[in-house]
């Protein structure tokens, strides 16, 4: 008989461990409201991921989702910085050998990415960096992915790609996962090589979650977005039912297993309590320390009760945790290692 698991948070580590646990045959709840972190972030991996297998899960589901990830490598953002992930969509990346010249292409104004600012800055990377504005008119309630679903604009845009000096060139993101295989088409069609600055707060992080979003529920999770999980119910070390809000709507689920990945404090994860880090469900063992940073006390993956015992039922991940071997909220890479290894630790429950 399947069992059942509620996950509580709707970022990397609580979709991610969703989709592998629905995978292995688990009955999924994933509870999630709110803007994440992972939704922020640039959506390039940064950071050691430490198992192999959970780097084989992402470049796997990646592949399927029509957003092929590759690395180690570098990237370059916005701002003409250099940007070091352990795993970033193909387009982000730099080939291995850097190009002769770049173009740093701009959108009619569009203010995702400056190419004067942005060239200026790469100047070192290649003999040759130039900039360019496409003269495209973007409406300013249009995104630019919603703008390119327009065939006479794209092909202006192949067209003043076609003019460009660089044999690459780097634009600022403009698809969403459905359309990301269009970059690839573009690319075909002007015959440069295209590259997308890697840019926080947009499209690149929101096309992430939506990947791990969309795997989740193609495996068989349960999503129930826009709900907030209010308070969880124990008896003695089992975590065994917790209440989920939405709007008027108020319910109860029982549970096998319960893992937390409700992120920071930036996101209403843990709270920030003086100048320490407390849990919103008075359940569970925070701690606080200098240097490490602040979040649930857990034994492996496993949560402690308010008085320091292991919880049998009860596990962690991603920015919510205290580690060691990071500071707190440090990035895609530990959030999506934990949820691989919570899974593996639900697996001997
Ligand atoms: C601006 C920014 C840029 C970043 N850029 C990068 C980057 O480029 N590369 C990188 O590797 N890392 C980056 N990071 C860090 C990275 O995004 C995070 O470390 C990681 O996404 C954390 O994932 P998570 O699943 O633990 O938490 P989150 O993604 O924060 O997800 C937790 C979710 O749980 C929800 N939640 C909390 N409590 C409850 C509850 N009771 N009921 C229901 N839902 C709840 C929260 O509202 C939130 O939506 C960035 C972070 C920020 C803020």
């Known amino acids: ?43 390039c991996i940064k950071g050691q991921i430490v198992n192999d297998g959970c780097i084989e899960e992402i470049l796997k589901m990646a592949r399927s989702n029509g957003m092929p990830m590759t690395g180690p490598g570098t990237g370059a953002t916005n701002l003409g910085t250099r940007f070091d992930c352990t795993l970033l969509p193909v387009h982000s990346m730099f080939s291995d050998r850097m190009p002769n010249s770049i173009t740093v292409l701009g ?35 249009m995104t630019l992915a919603a703008t390119f679903r327009d065939e006479a604009l794209s092909d202006r845009l192949v067209e003043v790609m076609k003019d460009a000096a660089g044999e690459s060139i780097l634009l600022p993101p403009m698809f969403t996962l459905h359309d990301y295989m269009r970059m690839g088409e573009l690319e075909r069609r002007c015959g440069r090589r295209l590259m997308e600055a890697v840019t926080p707060l947009g499209i690149p992080g929101q096309r992430f979650l939506e990947m791990l979003l969309s795997s989740a529920v193609s495996s068989g999770a349960v999503v129930w977005s826009g709900r907030k999980v209010t308070s969880i119910r124990t008896n003695g070390d089992r975590a065994v039912q917790v209440e989920v809000k939405g709007g008027l709507d108020s319910r109860r689920l029982d549970m096998d297993a319960l893992l937390l990945a409700t992120g920071g404090p930036l996101v209403d994860g843990t709270l920030l309590s003086t100048e320490g880090i407390s849990d919103p469900f008075n359940t569970f063992q925070t701690i606080n320390c200098p240097g490490i940073g602040g979040g649930y006390a857990h034994i492996g993956q496993r949560l402690r009760d308010r008085s320091g015992h292991e919880m049998k039922n009860a596990f962690g991940a991603g920015d919510c945790l205290c580690s060691e071997r990071r500071s707190f909220g440090n990035g895609l890479a530990t959030a999506l290692d934990d949820a691989w290894m919570t899974v593996q630790a639900m697996e001997a429950l």
């Not at 609580?14 to 959506?43: D, E």
């Not at 004067?116 to 040759?128: D, F, I």
């Not at 960096?129 to 409406?139: C, F, L, Q």
């Open 1 to 43: 008989m399947s069992r059942n698991a509620v996950v509580v948070g709707m970022g990397a580590s609580g979709l991610f461990s969703s989709y592998l646990l629905a995978k292995k045959g688990w009955k999924v709840t994933v509870v999630g409201r709110g803007t994440p972190a992972s939704a922020m972030s640039t959506g």
């Open 107 to 141: 959108i009619g104004g569009h203010p995702s990415l400056r190419p004067r600012l942005t060239a200026s800055m790469l100047s070192g990377w290649a003999p040759k960096v130039d900039a360019m504005t496409a003269d495209v008119e973007i409406s300013p309630e």
